[in-house]
């Protein structure tokens, strides 16, 4: 892998892990058509390292009271969020551990993915027609939220345009589905680079270059993203990103099959 792979990568991983398009899926896709071979999820795991930083970036205000309402009482709402994200994070741990082989084997279908691309854009053309209500997150809709990002943990199904949906579909207030997707991202992310650490320790030194610019390379891009999906979710326009997804799905699949 070169470093100009190693940027183009980063590159997209940083602009879709936030935008619902799917950053797994556009990985698979993008390192068959450069025909880089990377070997196993490692890559993936260490771009996830700039977005997980770009998420902290962002909301390090609201990161900073969740950790200091684990230690004052008075912070019943924040106490209450970490509880959520606790729910809606056990999911996603279940799914990795009973699918772990079959995940990484998917990852290196581009087929398989460029189906789930579609699928991803038929759950947020829906997102269209869902009537919007006001409602905030709760325990109920923290597990719907949950088990839409376990889904998503396979290449191809979005994690952020999943999960937001699944706060829509539950009642949630479009902006406040995606900024509990956001956050519910750090504990994923984590875990995922934890469960996968003895990966992430064996990479070829000789390539540390390429995937350091690649992680940092995917923080500045998915930083930039946070800022613009929020701007997309507030104007409801969802559904465009559900239409790329299905036209970049059909032509994965032609290209593939």
């Given amino acids: 892998m070169s470093y100009f792979d190693a940027i183009i990568l980063g590159l997209i991983q940083g602009l879709t892990e936030f935008l619902p398009v799917s950053s797994s899926g556009h990985l698979v896709l993008t390192e068959h058509l450069l025909h880089v071979n990377l070997p196993g999820v490692v890559f993936e795991l ?7 930083l770009a998420v902290l970036v962002y909301f390090r205000k609201n990161i900073l009271l969740l950790i200091k309402a684990l230690f004052d009482k008075s912070l019943i709402d924040e106490r209450k969020m970490i509880l959520y994200l ?10 990795a551990l009973l699918f772990d082989d079959y995940i990484e084997s998917a990852f290196g279908s581009p087929l398989v993915t460029s189906v789930m691309l579609t699928v991803t854009g038929g759950i947020l053309l829906v997102t269209a027609i869902v009537r919007k209500k006001d409602g905030g997150i709760k325990a109920p809709n ?13 290449p191809g199904i979005s994690r952020s345009g999943s999960t937001i ?12 589905a995606a900024e ?10 984590t875990g995922a680079l934890v469960f996968k650490i003895k990966n992430i320790m064996m ?4 390539m540390i270059g390429q995937y350091a610019v690649g992680a940092a390379v995917s923080f500045l891009s998915g930083l930039m993203a946070v800022y613009f999906l929020l ?9 465009y990103f559900g239409i790329y997804c299905i036209f970049a799905g059909l032509l994965g699949i032609r290209y593939f099959m």
């Fill in 165 to 176: 949906a699944a706060g829509m579909f539950a009642g949630v207030t479009p902006v406040k």
């Fill in 180 to 189: 509990f997707s956001f956050l519910l991202s750090i504990p994923a992310i």
């Fill in 86 to 95: 606790i729910v809606g994070t056990i999911p996603a741990v279940i799914v």
């Fill in 46 to 52: 260490i771009v996830h390292i700039g977005t997980l």
């Fill in 231 to 239: 701007s997309v979710v507030r104007k409801g326009k969802l559904q």
């Fill in 142 to 154: 923290a597990i719907i939220i949950g088990c839409a990002q376990a889904l998503a943990i396979f």
């Fill in 203 to 206: 990479i070829d030194s000789s």
